[in-house]
């Protein structure tokens, strides 16, 4: 628990928010110095100096990805454990309640306001940086659905990326798992249960499965925090969850990979979010914990992540490098790595947030039914990168899917968009499992085969020089995905017997 301290007098605090450029050692975000004079005490993230990818040496890119990925996280932990040491000591003397991270060089605290001066003034210290909690801008249900709204035999967004052609040559996501971070989910929802990896047909087994990174949460709601099983209180996790996996069994198919399994991480309570739990559920994907979020096993984790979800400035991502490490190393780890452009359109230059902007994320936009780009779905090019934002477009407006209270509800968004990704990852893996853990081969099939021929924009004639007319472009990224075509040629250039059938 936290320990009571007094506050700070508000001419103290100011005095000390004009001496920090000088008298400190790391730079302390402003929020940081807001939140200590409302409160006095501070949430925030301390950043260490060494945010350097490990060297793993003498593994190459072809070495057996589990052995690299259990090498990278003994790596990863090693460093945090020397680095980190003199910081854990410092705050265990003082009982101040924290929590350390080892995929990014990184501890959370939540200390007085009046020990910020000299945890500043460490050394090994680079940045103060603030974690609050805000709102996150997430798709919720569109109403109810009516008699004329219920899952399809398939649903739409399923068929126009020709995943059912997948199946149909035998390869339905089989053998591959896929992690949702999210809201929550409602893990035994009818369209869920069977794909969940912690349900063997007659008990549920939430160790390694499942974690829940909301510690605490300031108003009260159905999940509660450090959840032991999983829970959705917001709905958004349980449908884009429907989205990559789910199918009922009964003939309402509306996963693009019905066949995969799917762990989850909650990292939103009520849609808010924070750096600290979108970071604690990336380093859980890489090597998940057994119930009392102990013995990480890079061995269980997902071969995909679905991240419907972005950290904004509000958020505390002000820099746009508080969760790089992170995905830097999920990604190094054999993961691939979705994520929502967000819903900032039509305008150029909207990719703007984190993790969209992070060169390891593999992003994504929306498109309705006729293949036109929503209004709403961001554009690029993103800020300090000169690479193709979105990377890929997909079906995201007016999504059916799974929510909570065993129904099904509509939903629009790069939210909606990106399980979808998720899920023909998954078929490809299926296809070939050589691909699995090795997310840039992944990623290259998706562009390479994305379908460029009805892709419209009717809100915006072109960004950073490139019109619809040019492949790739700012906009679409390299086209809406085309699942099939992606399998045939993940067949055709690592697996040799494809035998095309369907078409």
């Known amino acids: 628990m936290t ?23 790391a730079p302390v975000d402003p929020d940081v110095f807001a939140q200590a004079r409302r409160e006095g005490v501070v949430d925030a993230l301390i950043v260490l100096r060494d945010q350097s990818a490990p060297s793993l040496a003498p593994l190459d890119g072809d070495a057996d990805y589990k052995l690299r990925r259990r090498a990278l996280v003994d790596a990863l932990r090693s460093r945090a454990s020397t680095q980190q040491a003199g910081l854990r000591g410092w705050f265990g003397a003082r009982g101040i309640e924290y929590r350390a991270y080892w995929i990014a060089n990184m501890i959370w605290a939540r200390l007085p306001a009046g020990d910020l001066a000299a945890l500043a003034r460490r050394a090994d210290v680079a940045r103060v940086a603030a974690n609050p909690r805000i709102a996150a801008r997430l798709p919720l249900p569109e109403g109810r659905p009516t008699a004329t709204a219920v899952p399809l035999a398939i649903e739409w967004g399923v068929a126009k990326i020709d995943a059912p052609r997948v199946w149909s040559a035998g390869f339905d996501g089989q053998g591959v798992v896929i992690g949702g971070e999210d809201t929550g989910y409602q893990w035994d929802h009818p369209a869920l249960k069977s794909q969940y990896r912690g349900w063997d047909g007659s008990a549920a087994d939430h160790a390694y499965n499942w974690h829940d990174a909301v510690h605490s949460n300031a108003d009260t709601n159905v999940c509660g925090v450090d959840s032991p099983f999983p829970c959705d209180d917001y709905g958004h996790g349980t449908h884009t969850a429907g989205t990559f996996a789910g199918d009922d069994g009964a003939g309402h198919q509306i996963g693009v990979a019905p066949g995969a399994q799917w762990i989850g991480c909650r990292n939103m309570d009520g849609g808010i979010g924070t750096p600290a739990r979108y970071v604690e559920c990336m380093q859980w994907m890489l090597a998940p914990t057994d119930a009392d979020d102990a013995n990480p096993d890079p061995d269980k984790a997902p071969d995909v992540v679905s991240n419907s979800w972005t950290c904004t400035s509000d958020e505390g991502c002000t820099t746009g490098d508080e969760l ?38 593999f992003v994504v936009g929306m498109t309705d039914s006729s293949d036109a780009l929503d209004a709403d779905s961001s554009r690029g090019p993103a800020p300090g990168t000169g690479r193709i934002r979105p990377d890929v477009s997909a079906p995201g407006v007016g999504i059916l899917s799974s929510v909570p209270g065993d129904d099904y509800g509509v939903m629009s968004g790069t939210s909606m968009a990106t399980p979808h990704v998720a899920g023909a990852a998954a078929l490809l893996m299926s296809v070939n499992p050589a691909l699995k853990g090795h997310p840039q081969r992944v990623a290259d099939l998706l562009r390479s085969t994305a379908a460029t021929g009805d892709v419209t924009d009717p809100w915006n004639s072109g960004c950073g020089g490139l019109t619809m007319a040019s492949w790739p472009n700012y906009q679409a990224g390299y086209g809406r995905i085309d699942a099939y075509a992606a399998a045939v040629l993940a067949d055709t250039i690592l697996k040799d017997g494809f035998d095309g059938a369907g078409q």
Do not use: K, M, Q, W
């Open 3 to 25: 320990p009571s301290h007094p506050r700070l007098p508000g001419l103290a605090l100011a005095t000390l928010a004009l001496a920090c450029p000088p008298a400190f050692s």
């Open 324 to 361: 790089a490490a992170a995905v830097d190393n999920l990604v190094a780890g054999g993961l691939f790595f979705v994520a929502g452009a967000a819903n900032e359109g039509p305008a150029c230059g909207t990719i703007a947030n984190e993790p969209a902007i992070l060169d390891a994320s």
